[in-house]
């Protein structure tokens, strides 16, 4: 592999991705439609902190 990884500023992320978004509704190739959106008001906690997660909650008794 030839290609060296750089790293590059946030503000410059942030502008990359709206500005695909904002071009073509999706984000480092992701369309719009395959992005996560919470479906229910459900709350996980883990070790005493409150999160949102996408983790079915027969798998939070893991964590707990």
Not at 13 to 24: A, I, N, V
Not at 28 to 35: A, D, M, R, S, T
Request: glycine share 6%; hydrophobic share 35%.
């Amino acid at each position: 592999m030839g290609d060296i990884m750089r790293p590059i500023p946030f503000t410059e992320l942030l502008e990359r991705m709206f500005g695909e978004y904002h071009q073509s509704k999706s984000i480092f190739g992701i369309p719009e439609k395959q992005f996560y959106k919470k479906q229910t008001n459900q709350h996980l906690s883990v070790w005493g902190e409150n999160c949102e997660t996408l983790l079915d909650q027969r798998l939070a008794h893991i964590l707990n």
